[in-house]
């Protein structure tokens, strides 16, 4: 059983819905991401917050929007997504905001989202 | 940019046989390489992981070697089992600025076929 819990796992939305992803990690770490995995691509590191401050990422388009209330807990606000937008979102957590041995990155299940 | 070049995409092997995974990097700075498993379904879990000071790393059937010079690292893994059978995915640490050292560079992944 994973330690990272995300909701929904399944979500379909028209381009100008308004949704949102949650993650919840229940290991006590300080340092929460969300992923974008598409088919045969590399994972794409879209957002970090560490002790809740986020590092931006300004190669993401506006149209997603993070919210990290506290350590625990992690969503993805999702505003007028396009068709590409479709992919699997991961939500990660690890103990410190770091690439590093000892710093194991933890994922969820992920979100499968379909942008219709 | 830099990269983590991963190969091959799909490698199907006879069950009891080993399976050799490869991957190149370019980033000089990069000290840490992870690899993950993911199953259908869930997200990737680490299996491995070895850092640049050290040449090989072996956990039970599988392995991972690191060649700094020449900027690659395998994962090899033997005798091979039907539950090994997955996607998995290399990366590299990255070096640079305040946002960089929290990402990983990510192969596009091999998906493993065990034949029985």
């Known amino acids: 059983e994973t330690g990272v819990t995300q909701t929904p796992r399944h979500l379909v939305m028209g381009m100008t819905n308004k949704k949102s992803l949650k993650c919840e990690q229940h290991?006590?770490?300080?340092?929460m991401y969300w992923y974008k995995q598409s088919a045969k691509k590399p994972l794409e590191l879209m957002f970090v917050?560490?002790?809740?401050?986020?590092?931006e990422n300004n190669s993401v388009p506006s149209r997603f929007s993070p919210e990290c209330p506290n350590s625990s807990h992690l969503f993805l606000h999702l505003h007028t997504l396009q068709p590409e937008d479709s992919a699997l979102y991961l939500c990660?957590?690890?103990?410190?905001?770091?690439?590093?041995?000892?710093?194991?990155?933890?994922f969820g299940e992920g979100s499968w989202l379909t942008v219709v | 940019g830099e990269n983590v070049e991963q190969h091959p995409s799909t490698l199907s092997v006879q069950e009891g046989d080993s399976a050799v995974i490869k991957c190149t990097y370019s980033?000089?700075?990069?000290?840490?390489f992870p690899w993950y498993k993911q199953e259908l379904g869930k997200g990737p879990q680490l299996i491995i992981d070895i850092r640049s000071n050290v040449g090989e790393k072996k956990d039970q059937r599988i392995a991972v070697t690191l060649n700094k010079t020449a900027k690659h690292f395998s994962l090899h893994i033997t005798e091979t089992q039907p539950e090994d059978s997955a996607v998995y995915f290399c990366?590299?640490?990255?070096?640079?600025?305040?946002?960089?050292?929290?990402?990983?560079?990510w192969g596009a992944g091999t998906k493993l076929i065990i034949k029985p």
């Open positions: 980033d000089s700075a990069s000290n840490y």
């Open positions: 917050y560490n002790f809740k401050e986020q590092t």
């Open positions: 990366a590299a640490s990255r070096g640079g600025n305040l946002f960089s050292n929290y990402q990983l560079i």
């Open positions: 290991l006590g770490h300080n340092a």
């Open positions: 990660a957590s690890s103990q410190e905001g770091y690439s590093s041995s000892g710093n194991t990155i933890y």
